[in-house]
């Protein structure tokens, strides 16, 4: 909704569908406004993370070297100045943990205006990172873990009574937990009702979800109640997100099986989606227009009304569940054998209960085999169009088996008016969640598509094109800042380890300052912060890219800002006043010098090479530039 609030501030009109990347802009575009929008977040995370670094170091130093290594960094350059979710991400996560910081500042002026006003903002920051991308749940856990540290040493504190205790509890839960949660609902609130129209992902949705879109076969229509023989109809599995039956004029190649007409599960609206309902016998064309319900029990055969074929199954095994069996079109002109009949079972329903189009779930349950017509989030490859696998599962009772009739075509049956399935305002927002997070988990990488592992994030290995083939531009991180930040987290993590060590051998023996324990506990809280962002990418089996590590990689940058100030302060403390101060900016001038010229070297990458220039400048410029093989630019 931010990136739509961008373009109408800009003008746009939605002729133009940003269907792919790398697709020429039309002329009434305003792609530059929406881009200086996009970069403003961007660059507003600069200010956000200097006082960041400010409340954990109190050093204007240690801020001015974060705010350095953020601007200077092509990879932040890079994704702030396209129209994408990152600038707004990376903005939320920051503004998140600023208000948490500078609401801590409050703990000893409870209860009053500012420490309301940061507790409030906290909380609607972290609704905002949770609405742009699920991985705004990751600063969610940051926060929580940090508020259920924070009431713990309350509670220990025995000079706070248990009353105060409580009110400090209760005014977390309804500024952490309950305003972001009534935010949350309200973004989708606004997000159906200004999306309310049909698009090419309704398929995704159920089909009673589909009848409150605006220009959707299925908004306003009427449609017969009940399922009749000879009744044309659509076969959606009945799982949210799930597809529609499908088949199409091609066939299993030779090894996978048996070479028979291929049967899949499509998300997408198609004629190919039809099939017609018929007796499990032949009966003359004198019968076929006697009026007949479908019925719970019935033994029946399925025709793929574009191809003339029966669905079929037999006990060859499936192309890809090699435990499941093989599903087929199979026959001529609906003329098959004895492996196209399947029986409508309903589950806790009596037999010879009359089957309704959208409300009645059932299963197909082969009459020879004995398994059931099963739908997989499992994709055939390219010959089967990338389209899901439909087998037929031994395990009748499977969840994936069900299935419900969603459109149905019959001159011969009374229409009603599909309005009485449609769903609540919450009903809508769990099955939206449900088509997400089961989207989100099966996305799989494509042929030739540029992926990443989170182990190659720190340390740069691996970046991301932006851009085709004639204008180059390459998401990778200046490699001097990238490099030197995880050197400095790791000597952090040795450093702080060896220092709780010889403290719980020293205990008692030795002085330890307030600016030593305060800088390692920001240091920590940082650490954790990195780790909750980053870690959870290594259990995820979705497809993962580059710019997935950079809410981590922002907490990293503040780590490296907050500990190289520490170091530089307490090597020039040691030092005599005069000698300090210059070697203090000695060292400045060379992290600073250093960093503007990594930048100078890698900011084409960012800004774009011309590949086409006629003195090849742009691939010498390239091949400068790769300074590792693993680089893909």
């Given at each position: ?25 039309p ?31 109190q050093s ?34 920051s ?82 937990i ?23 992902g ?21 449609m ?164 899901l ?89 200046n490699?001097v ?119 100078f ?24 530039l790769?300074?590792?093989d693993?680089?893909?630019?």
């Amino acid at each position: 909704m931010l990136v739509a609030l961008g373009g109408i501030l800009g003008g746009y009109n939605g002729s133009f569908d940003f269907k792919k990347p790398g697709d020429p802009f039309p002329a009434e575009v305003p792609f530059v406004f929406m881009r200086m929008f996009c970069a403003s977040f961007g660059l507003a995370v600069v200010p956000l993370c200097y006082c960041i670094a400010w409340l954990l170091s109190q050093s204007i130093q240690a801020s001015i070297l974060t705010s350095f290594l953020i601007i200077f960094d092509t990879g932040m350059l890079t994704l702030s100045r396209y129209i994408l979710l990152d600038p707004f991400l990376l903005f939320f996560v920051s503004s998140t943990t600023f208000c948490h910081l500078k609401f801590k500042t409050y703990s000893l002026a409870t209860f009053t205006f500012h420490w309301w006003l940061w507790l409030s903002l906290t909380g609607l920051s972290l609704a905002c990172s949770v609405s742009i991308k699920f991985v705004g749940l990751f600063v969610i856990a940051l926060v929580g873990m940090s508020t259920v540290s924070e009431l713990w040493q309350l509670l220990g504190d025995l000079s706070k009574t248990l009353s105060h205790f409580l009110k400090q509890f209760f005014a977390r839960v309804m500024c952490l937990i309950v305003l972001p949660a009534v935010v949350y609902l309200l973004m989708f609130k606004i997000h159906f009702m200004l999306l309310s129209k049909s698009g090419p992902g309704d398929g995704f949705f159920s089909s009673a979800f589909q009848s409150q879109l605006e220009g959707n076969p299925l908004h306003n229509i009427t449609m017969p109640r009940y399922v009749a023989y000879e009744s044309v109809v659509t076969i959606k599995n009945h799982r949210t997100g799930g597809n529609y039956l499908h088949s199409h004029g091609h066939f299993y190649p030779e090894e996978t099986g048996i070479q028979q007409q291929q049967v899949t599960a499509y998300s997408h609206k198609d004629e190919n989606n039809k099939w017609r309902i018929k007796h499990r016998y032949i009966i003359s064309d004198a019968n076929k227009n006697n009026l007949e319900l479908l019925r719970n029990g019935d033994l029946i055969r399925l025709e793929h009304v574009a191809t003339g074929r029966n669905l079929h199954s037999h006990k060859g095994r499936a192309p890809l569940t090699r435990r499941h069996y093989q599903v087929t079109c199979y026959g001529e002109n609906g003329t098959g054998d004895a492996n196209d009949v399947f029986q409508i079972r309903v589950p806790s329903k009596s037999i010879g209960e009359p089957i309704k189009a959208v409300r009645t779930v059932f299963r197909l349950v082969h009459q020879g085999v004995g398994c059931a017509l099963h739908s997989h989030d499992q994709q055939l490859p390219k010959w089967g169009w990338e389209q899901l696998e439909v087998t037929c599962n031994p395990n009748v009772q499977h969840l994936n088996n069900l299935w419900n009739v969603e459109q149905l075509f019959d001159s011969r049956l009374e229409n009603e008016s599909f309005k009485v399935y449609g769903l609540s305002f919450l009903e809508q927002f769990l099955e939206f969640h449900s088509v997400m997070i089961r989207g989100n988990r099966g996305l799989r990488p494509k042929e030739g598509e540029f992926t990443s592992m989170p182990w190659q994030w720190p340390l740069n290995y691996r970046g991301q094109p932006f851009s085709g083939p004639d204008y180059r531009v390459y998401l990778l991180g200046n490699s001097v800042i990238w490099w030197s930040s995880g050197v400095t987290m790791l000597v952090f993590v040795i450093v702080a380890v060896g220092r709780e060590f010889r403290n719980r051998r020293l205990s008692g023996t030795r002085e330890i300052s307030a600016a030593e324990t305060s800088v390692f506990n920001s240091g920590w809280w940082l650490m954790m912060a990195w780790v909750i962002h980053y870690i959870p990418f290594w259990t995820m089996t979705r497809i993962l890219y580059f710019h997935h590590y950079f809410p981590a990689f922002i907490f990293a940058l503040v780590l490296t800002g907050v500990m190289w100030d520490a170091l530089i302060t307490h090597i020039c403390s040691s030092l005599d006043k005069t000698v300090g101060w210059c070697v203090q900016h000695a060292i400045l001038g060379a992290i600073y010098s250093g960093i503007l010229y990594s930048f100078f070297i890698f900011s084409p990458l960012s800004y774009g090479i011309n590949m086409n220039d006629p003195t090849d400048e742009g691939l010498k410029t390239l091949q400068q530039l790769k300074w590792l093989d693993s680089w893909d630019i």
